[in-house]
């Protein structure tokens, strides 16, 4: 027999337990951003120390503009190396973020069709045609979204390597004005 205060519970339940989730992964990467930017942060003022002692202690005009062009190096690596962590913690991030997405959407889809499946075995006689236009609806709205699930991970994908692709690049011309620069 159907019971749908079994099947609104259960769903409830199913909506704690991803808020659950959702709250957990959401502090994890807080905290991964916090401990990126407190690191960041104490290298920022290490690289400071270490240049002003460089600076006091440079005897001529010569030593302070190659210890200036060094510096210069060091904070672009600097800001290079935190560019590209935060960004792998962002890409890490929305990775488990449209994973907990998924999992969600197919428990919801597979209740829900257990739903209309046992709407459907108490549905009144007659009603088959509604019983009918319900599943399809469901069908087609469950296709629609796997489709544009699907876009949407052919999108981040490319999106992911042009941003990779584009840091190499960034990496390989700041190598090359090093070494041209030593």
Known sequence: ????????????????????KLASLSIENAEKLVNLNINAAKLAIAQAVEGAQAAASARDVQELIALRAK???VGVQSAQGYSRTLYE???????????????SWKAYTKGVASWVENASKSAPAGSDVAVNALKSTFAASSAAFDQFQKATRQVVDLADASVRAAAANATKVTNGKAKRAA
């Open 1 to 20: 027999m159907y019971n749908a205060s079994e099947q609104f519970a259960e769903f409830n339940q199913a909506n704690v337990s991803n808020a659950i």
């Open 71 to 73: 510096l210069t190096e």
């Open 89 to 103: 913690l962002s890409s890490e991030a929305q990775a488990e973020f449209s994973a907990l997405a998924e999992e």
